[in-house]
Structures are given as C-alpha cells and as structure tokens.
C-alpha cells in the first residue's frame, strides 16, 4: 500500500480544509488509519484515527470537535476534515496505515503505523 496525502494549503483562522489521503493496493480495508502533524522542533503529534470499518474514531483533545475522520473503502481514500482552524493547527499533515492488530484507539502514537504517505502543508494565518 502506498499512501498519497493531498488539500493542504493555505487558509485563515476559523476556516476550514479538507485532507485527502490515496492509498493503493487491494487491502485498505485492513488498515487502521490516521492522521499526525509535524512542527519544526516538535515531536510528531497524533491527530486522529479510525477504524477498519469506519465506525470507530478518535481524537486529540486539541482538535476534537472542530476536526473529523472519516473513510471511503470503496475509494481508497481517508479523509481529515479540518473546522475552525486556528494558528496552532499549522502543520505537515501525514495519513498513515497500522496493520499490527491494534484496535485505532491504542495507536495514539507513531509507533503503532507501519506505512506513512507524504505530508501536506496546512498554513492557517492570522
């Protein structure tokens, strides 16, 4: 599986974005997905996950409520959807994909996910 992250860019605070993440290969289904933000001199930084089905979710305290994740496995696709952006949610937004077995609410860490896409940007500006 390949994983291809795209929707950053830049936007004001109190807007709003939407990530897409593209994962090749046959069993996407499988995967536990999530989303992780990078600043310059700080540690990864969990954002969210989901579950295989879709109907599990769960998130950083400091974006719940104002972001969502979600998952076509038709499409291949893992959405973040991103509300009420503030200056501190600027970031590299990385998707990523843990096959280890671990249901999505214990893989609050970098750790836990085996495959990782390219980042994309978020600027949110004042």
């Known amino acids: 599986v390949q994983l291809q992250a795209s929707g950053g860019g830049l936007v004001q605070t109190g807007g709003s974005l939407r990530l897409s993440c593209a994962a090749s290969g046959r069993t996407f289904s499988a995967y536990v997905m999530g989303w992780f933000r990078h600043t310059p001199g700080k540690e990864h930084e969990f954002v969210a996950t989901?579950?295989?089905?879709?109907?599990?979710?769960d998130y950083a305290d400091s974006v719940k409520g104002r972001f969502t994740i979600s998952r076509d496995n038709a499409k291949n696709e893992v959405y973040l959807q991103m509300t009420s952006l503030k200056l501190e949610d600027t970031a590299v937004y990385y998707c990523a994909a843990s096959y280890s077995g671990s249901p999505y609410y214990a893989l609050r860490r970098i750790g836990g996910f085996d495959l990782w896409g390219r980042g994309t940007l978020v600027t949110v500006s004042s």
């Open positions: 989901i579950s295989q089905s879709g109907a599990g979710t």
